[in-house]
């Protein structure tokens, strides 16, 4: 069975940090681009970050920019999100997806993982 399972979520202050990860299980990591989307209550759900497959490329939104960085390990399965200096504002459902290219554009992409909640509140 062909799945996305993300972990690492929780409650953080303002300020701090965490690392998710997503684990690909039933099919090769290396064929795929992996996204990261959130979605916070009441709200659209909002591309993160993507990385291509050989991880030469990625591609951030301007609201993480220099505070989240995406990394993969092909030989492990699984792209990691390292989320510093959260603020309130990042708190939602993350989600990784799989897709052929590193874009964010939730339209486009081949398997999402059911998500892992986020909250960054003092």
């Known amino acids: 069975q062909l799945q996305l399972v993300e972990s690492g979520g929780g409650l953080v202050q303002p300020g701090g940090s965490l690392r998710l990860s997503c684990v690909a299980s039933?099919?090769?990591?290396?064929?795929?681009?992996i996204a990261w989307f959130r979605q916070a209550p009441g709200k659209e759900r909002e591309g993160v970050t993507c990385?291509?497959?050989?991880?030469?490329?990625?591609v951030s939104a301007n609201s993480v920019k220099g505070r989240f960085t995406i990394s993969r390990v092909n030989a492990k399965n699984t792209v990691y999100l390292q989320m510093n200096s959260l603020r309130p504002e990042d708190t939602a459902v993350y989600y990784c997806?799989?897709?052929?290219?590193?874009?964010?554009?939730?339209?486009?992409?081949?398997?999402w993982g059911k998500g892992t909640l986020v909250t960054v509140s003092s």
């Open positions: 039933g099919f090769i990591l290396d064929y795929y681009a």
């Open positions: 990385i291509s497959r050989t991880g030469t490329t990625t």
């Open positions: 997806a799989a897709s052929t290219n590193c874009i964010l554009n939730g339209n486009t992409m081949n398997y």
